[in-house]
């Protein structure tokens, strides 16, 4: 007799998630992490980095915390003996630390190495957790997935502010700057929507469930549209430089196995040429479509590539070969991480709009030459041997034998790696906190598909949790130094409302409410006690002032705003040769700088000798002439006045001191004469010369009386010393 079969009722507890643990990892330690990238705050002066920041290091302080000392569940030292990533990564940590005790910003330091040690927390804890899960694919699926369903969001919100942009004002390239997603702006948001590409395309080629494969066709199409239509230069370089290099990449890593198996060969070829056009077809429609619309955009965008003297590239290229500078002088520990945007002030830029003292360098756009410069050569040699680990790491596994799809998976996540590369030289990614989780997610992918099966065994020991205490306090503080931030830049958003609305005592309490010893230089390289400083001035209370501002110039001695402030408070106090030295180093850093020539003018005009009013006079003369401020014009012609007064004085030849007159009569004649003066040559000895001049061509005086006049004036004056009449000039 046949036995029934009794089923056994389906227990409540047993779930498909706890039949299979890892289908929640994702939910727990990937789709968190990418929805915290979409916080946006608009309190603080930055919107997008403090908040993300924030969340993501409070993230990875609490996951520490609780598997590394709660549970001491976190197999810290088996993990990182058993490969050599994590030396490499543990190496570069401990460098770029060491060369935070040669920062003058301490929180600036601890918070740009924060980042480092974030990527470190995010790898580990990925790697970690599907460490020992052996269905490689359903790895794949979680990474691809949960990256696509971010890409999805963040293109389709791309899409439609590009398409209003479109609509309100056509295809120009700066309307373009308004596309930029949930992200600070339109560069990082083209960024990383490429570092995005990897796990679309692998979805969509690979992806089990249709529905979904088809979606990430669609969003693998928007993000390489929006990556060609954004014009972001360092992203186009990117998709062209990684696809030629990982196309050769391919074809060594493949050309092995063609040689055995001719139908892989016409596949595979055929796969890259369909790749190929792909790209060509997508960067045509750009193209085609601009040109149509707007051929100035295109034509403009492509010399912005092609031109070495293009003005962006030429203000990087000077702050490049600067940064190179900085790391000869101290090779080793570099200048210390954070000061890079204090010790740059001091080499002063030419031919660019910097000159004007309205603008300063937060960073070089190069992080390897951001590394180099700011933590020496062992932290550079770590920072690319990270990348190379990671591309040797892909090498070496292909050599072994591998399914199609994990070896096409391997070939993107080695695309996206050297797009970043290629793009972190135009750029500064790593600054960038969803630029950082982005690289984070390819090497933890990396580390996952390179690691060999059935998987080494590991198990936490008790020296685990000391180092799990010991993350997990580095953490905290690292998210302490980032709260101290992000409440000075709060404070900060309230003071700029302040300031605008000129309440100045307010000003100056917010400024310095603001500033705390983490916290002393705001986003953009102003010191924060410039600003109380400078309120203060405006109240006449030039003691408080020059104390505010000392500090300031302590902390960042070639800001020539700060300078300039500084040197107002001194000459008000009578120290002058103070204030001229100081004026003068400033409007060597700054030439075009209108505040400090104007004040410098004044100082040197106001000293006694004939030689000092004139060299004040030529200070003033080489403010720009579209200035259009009352005090420039009439410091100018006072001055002007003056000179013209003294030098018709001494000007005997009647013909000689009706050509002056004339010339000192019309702002377009002297002022180009004013600023051909230099070194010893005297303004009035360079009058002179270009009125002999004038009158020579005019044929009002014959060739030997030129030559005769010429050594007469230039010998006369270039000898005398007389006194000058007591006319001061008050600073503006």
């Not at 543990?90 to 935070?100: G, M, Q, V």
């Not at 290099?245 to 595979?268: N, S």
Request: aromatic share 14%; with cysteine.
């Amino acid at each position: 007799m046949a036995k029934k079969v009794i089923k056994k009722p389906a227990n409540s507890t047993d779930s498909p998630l706890k039949s299979n643990p890892q289908m929640i990892l994702p939910w727990v330690l990937i789709i968190p992490v990418l929805m915290i990238l979409g916080l946006y705050f608009y309190n603080v002066l930055d919107p997008t980095l403090m908040p993300k920041y924030m969340g993501i290091m409070g993230f990875v302080l609490i996951f520490f915390f609780y598997k590394g000392v709660v549970k001491n569940n976190l197999p810290l030292i088996d993990t990182i003996k058993n490969d050599r990533f994590w030396w490499v990564y543990l190496a570069f940590l401990f460098f770029t630390a060491l060369s935070i005790s040669g920062s003058a910003l301490l929180g600036d330091g601890l918070f740009e190495w924060a980042k480092y040690l974030m990527g470190f927390g995010l790898i580990f804890l990925w790697v970690l957790s599907y460490s020992k899960t052996e269905n490689e694919q359903s790895v794949r699926r979680d990474f691809s997935r949960v990256i696509t369903a971010m890409a999805l969001f963040a293109g389709l919100i791309g899409l439609y502010q590009f398409t209003d942009v479109l609509i309100q004002s056509g295809f120009q390239h700066d309307k373009l700057y308004q596309v930029s997603g949930f992200f600070a702006h339109r560069n990082i948001y083209c960024e990383s929507l490429f570092l995005c590409l990897p796990f679309s395309f692998y979805s969509a080629m690979y992806d089990r469930n249709a529905v979904f494969r088809r979606i990430a066709y669609g969003i693998t199409f928007v993000l390489l549209l929006l990556c060609l239509a954004l014009l972001s230069r360092a992203v186009w370089i990117a998709l062209g430089g990684s696809f030629l290099l990982i196309t050769v990449f391919f074809i060594l890593m493949e050309y092995p196995l063609w040689k055995k198996d001719e139908e892989l060969k016409k596949k595979e070829v055929s796969l890259l040429l369909k790749i190929g056009l792909l790209g060509l077809v997508s960067i045509g429609v750009v193209l085609i479509y601009g040109y149509i619309t707007n051929k100035a955009t295109i034509s403009g965008f492509i010399d912005s590539i092609t031109q070495v003297n293009y003005y962006q590239n030429w203000d990087r290229m000077q702050k490049w070969r600067d940064s190179y500078t900085l790391f000869k002088e101290n090779p080793w520990l570099g200048i210390g991480i954070g000061d890079w945007k204090i010790d740059i002030l001091r080499f002063p830029p030419k031919n660019s709009v910097a000159e004007a003292g309205f603008l300063f360098f937060q960073r070089p756009h190069n992080d390897y030459l951001w590394v180099l410069s700011e933590s020496g050569i062992f932290a550079f040699m770590a920072y690319c041997g990270l990348f190379f680990s990671a591309l040797f790491k892909v090498a070496r596994r292909l050599r072994q034998p591998a399914d199609n799809e994990k070896r096409y998976y391997l070939y993107l996540l080695t695309a996206g790696l050297l797009g970043y590369m290629i793009f972190s030289f135009f750029s500064f990614s790593k600054e960038r906190i969803e630029e950082v989780v982005l690289l984070s997610v390819i090497f933890a992918a990396i580390l996952l598909e390179s690691r060999s099966l059935p998987q080494i065994k590991t198990s936490a020991q008790p020296a685990d949790r000391g180092l799990g205490v010991v993350l997990t306090a580095l953490f905290a503080l690292l998210f302490y130094v980032g709260y101290t931030r992000m409440e000075g830049e709060m404070i900060l958003v309230k003071f700029q409302d302040s300031n605008e609305r000129n309440n100045i005592k307010e000003s100056i309490r917010l400024a310095e409410k603001a500033y705390r010893p983490l916290y002393q230089m705001d986003p953009v390289s102003a010191p924060i006690r410039f600003f109380s400083g400078t309120g203060y001035l405006k109240l006449k209370d030039f003691k408080t002032a020059t104390k505010h501002l000392e500090e300031a110039y302590a902390l960042s001695p070639y800001h020539v705003q700060v300078m300039n402030n500084l040197a107002g408070c001194y000459y008000t106090f009578g120290e002058v040769d103070k204030a001229e030295k100081m004026y003068k180093e400033a409007s060597e850093l700054a030439p075009k700088y209108t505040d400090v020539l104007l004040s410098y003018g004044v100082v040197v005009f106001n000293k006694k000798g004939a030689e000092n009013e004139q060299n004040g006079f030529v200070i003033t003369a080489k403010v720009d002439t579209l200035e259009t401020r009352e005090n420039y014009k009439t410091q100018l012609r006072t001055m002007a006045d003056k000179i013209t007064a003294d030098i018709l004085n001494k000007t005997p030849d009647s013909l000689l001191r009706n050509e002056v007159a004339r010339i000192m009569k019309n702002e377009r004649e002297y002022i180009p004469i004013a600023r051909r003066s230099s070194g010893k040559r005297l303004f009035a000895v360079q009058l002179y010369a270009e009125a002999l001049y004038k009158l020579y061509t005019q044929q009002k005086i014959s060739e030997a009386e030129h030559e005769a006049l010429k050594i007469k004036y230039n010998c006369d004056l270039l000898n005398q010393n007389t006194e000058k009449n007591n006319i001061q000039i008050s600073l503006p």
